[in-house]
């Protein structure tokens, strides 16, 4: 039997993530060239809309030595791979390709529709779906009461950054993440305002394009300050506020809140003489707002100071 006889096998994959139906151009024309079109799944998504193309699909799930036998002659024949993928099927062929007992078709495997960047995402809301539909603890939950692990978690995040670990850094990232969409799906279950994961990243798309004129519009900025100044400009603007001082949150670390507040006011060019008073308070105050004069955060500076003082208080322990 010589080559051209063996014919071909077509093994089409697609990703569940991209709506079924977006095939890339060479997988229609794949689709629509073969002898044959094989589907082991009844309910695959993607065989409405083959068959309403006018691909005949035929539901079988033949062994690696009849997948063989039906491309002899020179046919080729395409199979549509499940979304767990048909291992047994391309081990088989493996197999049979070492035996030396078949003279093997061509095997091309062919991406049918590729996932976009970020579509993971929506892994996490189907999975976090499922959770909130299921999980004991998970299902009785509110904004409040996961409210203390979003605070547990950007600290983690920020530790984790300053520990330059990059492995810890993205699996903080992605447990900040988490507390994003557990928010929002929660949230769509309240009965006077409800909204969605995805008014949640509508929301912020408007914020940034629209605080982002110099990127998507016909504004210029030279540099980061120039950047910075029109944020807050627009900012204003957006909130309607009488005082740079508004939509600073006041719970947040003291050191922290002295930085921001120092920061607005330098921003927006104000010469504010600090408060008089006496006492280790007015002294941080102080020390926070020179600080942030100069570029340092005094919260991270503070954190480090304090990691070395741990760092001191193990050896005098060990000594």
């Known amino acids: 039997m010589n080559e051209t006889s063996a014919g071909r096998i077509v093994l089409l994959t697609t990703s569940h993530r991209v709506a079924p139906g977006l095939l890339s151009w060479p997988a229609w024309q794949a689709l629509h060239g073969a002898d044959e079109v094989l589907c082991a799944d009844a309910a695959h998504p993607q065989l409405p809309y083959l068959r309403e193309a006018g691909v005949d699909v035929k539901q079988a799930a033949p062994t690696a030595e009849e997948l063989v036998r ?98 810890e850094l993205r699996e903080e990232l992605g447990d900040v993440l988490l507390q994003v969409v557990f928010h929002a799906r929660v949230a769509e279950e309240d009965e006077e305002e409800p909204f969605s994961v995805d008014d949640v990243a509508g929301t912020i798309v408007d914020k940034l394009i629209h605080r982002h004129p110099h990127v998507f519009g016909d504004d210029t900025a030279a540099t980061p300050e120039e950047v910075k100044a029109h944020w807050l400009r627009t900012k204003a603007v957006e ?70 003082y741990r760092d001191a208080v193990r050896e005098a322990e060990t000594a």
């Open 70 to 167: 039906a491309c002899e002659g020179g046919r080729t024949v395409l199979v549509v791979a499940t979304a767990e993928g048909d291992r047994p099927l391309t081990d088989g062929l493996a197999r049979l390709a070492g035996s030396g007992r078949f003279a093997m078709p061509d095997l091309e495997l062919l991406p049918g529709s590729y996932d976009l960047p970020g579509a993971r995402l929506l892994d996490l809301v189907q999975v976090m779906d499922r959770i909130r539909a299921e999980c004991p603890w998970s299902s009785r939950q509110t904004h409040k009461s996961l409210a203390k692990y979003g605070i547990e978690e950007a600290y983690e995040l920020v530790e984790a950054i300053e520990d330059g670990d990059r492995t």
């Open 239 to 308: 909130k309607q506020r009488d005082s740079v001082t508004e939509g600073i949150p006041l719970g947040q670390p003291g050191l922290a809140l002295a930085a921001k507040l120092a920061s607005r006011a330098r921003t927006a060019g104000l010469t504010v003489p600090l408060p008089k008073g006496e006492g280790i308070g007015y002294d941080l105050l102080a020390m926070a707002v020179r600080a942030e004069a100069s570029g340092t955060d005094p919260e991270a500076a503070l954190r480090a100071a304090a990691r070395a």
